[in-house]
Nanobody
Framework: QVQLVESGGGLVQAGDSLRLSCATS????????MGWFRQAPGNSREFVAA????????YYADSVKGRFTISRDNAKNTVYLQMNSLKPEDTAAYYC????????????????????WGQGTQVTVSS
């Protein structure tokens, strides 16, 4: 069982930056591909970014590419989402998710297969 706890959300102005963290429990963190997803009110949950278990491969939604960076520290069992140049349309609850995988260099951008989810952290960007 893996538990995930997100932190770092808040209220910021357009153009500001935030760094979200997702701390995980359990063993063998590097055996898990990680992803960030978000859900705005009235919308379905959408993919934001993903990273492979070894951190060597990453993938981003077009809407955040060039502004957000996903990274991980396997020694600290933590994954991060650095968000720069935030826009009002980035306002959402952000969730991290973990998917166990045999392939350390593969990321996953579909919600399918992500077995473990955090409780979410709210990001609000004012214009």
């Amino acid at each position: 069982q893996v538990q995930l706890v997100e932190s770092g959300g808040g209220l910021v102005q357009a153009g500001d930056s935030l760094r979200l963290s997702c701390a995980t429990s359990g063993r063998s963190f590097s055996n898990y591909a990680m992803g960030w997803f978000r859900q705005a009110p009235g919308n379905s949950r959408e993919f934001v970014a993903a990273i492979s278990g070894n951190g060597g491969s990453t993938y981003y939604a077009d809407s955040v590419k060039g502004r957000f960076t996903i990274s991980r520290d396997n020694a600290k069992n933590t994954v991060y989402l650095q968000m720069n140049s935030l826009k009002p349309e980035d306002t959402a609850a952000y969730y991290c998710a973990a998917r166990e995988t045999l392939y350390s260099n593969v990321y996953y951008f579909s919600e399918d297969g992500y077995r473990f989810w955090g409780q979410g952290t709210q990001v609000t960007v004012s214009s």
